[in-house]
């Protein structure tokens, strides 16, 4: 059921029109992974486009990862493992090929406690 729901409120939030979102949940029983998906308008083209995972820990636990978004297509998604995340607020940003910021969302992770069992 639980999947049930994740499904609809992604059809949900899919690009029905031209603004950029991202979505962030932990997901898993036994992978326990942060995943993020990005929304966006389908155009007829390919764009490259970037995840920036900003720690609240400054330096340590950055990451950048970079995606070719297909033509046509209005979505897609990176993801990290919960284990081993400082604890925190973390900063997620999309952006594009020239370093301008689509889209952001804040995540909080506090403790494990939060996991899906």
């Known amino acids: 059921m639980k999947y049930f729901i ?3 409120t992604l059809l ?5 029109h031209a603004e950029n979102s991202v979505f962030c949940e932990v997901l898993g029983v036994e992978s326990k992974r942060i995943q ?4 966006t308008q389908r155009v007829s083209f390919d764009r490259n486009i970037s995840f920036h ?4 820990d400054k330096e340590y636990d950055f990451r950048e990862h970079s995606f070719v978004l297909p033509a046509h297509h209005g979505s ?3 993801y990290r493992y919960y284990h081993g995340r ?4 973390w900063k997620v940003l999309v952006k594009d090929e020239h370093n301008q910021t689509m889209a952001q ?7 494990s406690e939060n996991l899906p069992k």
């Open 36 to 39: 993020c998906t990005f929304f």
């Open 6 to 8: 994740t499904i609809i």
């Open 12 to 16: 949900l939030l899919s690009p029905l």
């Open 53 to 56: 995972w900003k720690s609240p």
């Open 86 to 89: 400082s604890l925190g607020e």
């Open 76 to 78: 897609v998604y990176d």
């Open 105 to 111: 969302t804040v995540i909080k992770l506090n403790t």
